[in-house]
């Protein structure tokens, strides 16, 4: 029996653990996909081999891709690449993007406008004639093919702009063939942002201390939490038009749903504190509780929970009121002695033969014998107290007996009046005796 209990909890010890080994493999198959959901390739291409070198670009680069690594992108930031350099960073970057929620490219450097495409320019390009456009710089429609895998966002920032040198030297091969200094419109698919530094056909400045004053406006604008992009990169046009004095404005091409989208969620509210609970507040509430119970119990329950403190020191008189009311053996109030009905008397003990008549003798039936003579001197008194108090009452009675026979024609006097009458008639009246008495007491 007990064998059959050992390999039931063996079995179920097994399946736990290959449950929670499951949960594990899970648990670290989602960490991996939330840290790959927004992804971003920051290129700053700022020593050019044949056009010299411009100042803001690495920098731009590097501080943007810190930016967005703060933001929660998983970054992958490239310097000064070349011609082989950007497409094999372009080639990886489209693995990560396909399956990521977010994606973005950010890229700084020369770029230009050739028969309304736009490219994006190498630190090793040379671009002697028009056609070498096509075979020594990376077209911007291969970075929007990359970022097209992304399912929720897909972003294109060009602080690409400047004033570029190749235009001057390079040969025109095809008559009808045309270029521009800056780069041309370009219209964004679903679910796409395309961000340029200044408007189509125009140029954007360079030099601004450390950074470009597109990218000191993307640095201030673009991962403010909760913020959406639309609105921030409106705030970022407003700030390069204020700093460069209306010279350079950005343009922004998107087509984004009525949804809006932030490039760093908005931060919870902290939680509202709890208010504090005072202990003597739950003193208090449970000192009331105990003084409306008001057993020894209540108190005992009350110092359990709360032995010291003020509501303890009042709890513990309270308890001892307690105590006190209910404490066996309390002796008597004194009216009760007094209301108290006297026992009944034993009958007196039979004398002994040795004993004379009349001689006192000590016996165990002193004490109560004494206990019946106080308890009759007590009955006197009050027997006494009860005949003054009554006196006055039979006074009264008598009074009134007599103001009653005096006015009562009909009664006794009236009786007592004709026999004085008749007797003062036969001589009888001298002045004494019982029609004396009877004149005093009934007039007439």
Known sequence: MQNGYLRIFQYRLGRTRIILTALGILLFADSNAFAADKVALVIGNSTYIHAGRLANPANDASAIGQLLDAAGFEVDIRNDLNWKGMRKAILEFAGRTRNADVAVVFYAGHGMEVDDRNYLIPTDAELKTDQDIQYEAIPLTHILDVVQ?????????????????????????????????????????????????????????????????????????????????????RMVRDDVLANTHLQQEPYLSMSLGGAEIALVPAEKPAAAAAPAVSPNDEARRDFDYAMKIGTKEAWDAFLTAHPTGFYANLAHGERAKRMTTTAPGAAAPPSAARVAPPAASPAPAAATPDQKPGQKTASRHEPEIRTRSLRSQDEKSVARKKEQDEKPVARKKEKAARSSGRSDGSGACAYVRRAVRAGTAAGLDNGHGLIAFGRSLCGG
């Open 149 to 233: 895998s992304a399912r929720q966002l897909r972003m294109v920032i060009l602080d690409a702009c400047r004033d570029n040198p190749f235009v001057e030297k390079m040969t025109r091969s095809v008559a009808s063939r045309g270029w521009g200094r800056g780069l041309a419109r370009v219209d964004a698919t679903a679910n796409t942002l395309i961000a340029f530094a200044a408007r189509a056909g125009a140029t954007a400045a360079d030099n601004d201390g450390e950074h470009s004053p597109f990218t000191n406006a993307l640095l201030k604008h673009i991962t403010v939490p909760g913020r959406d992009v639309g609105m921030a990169f």
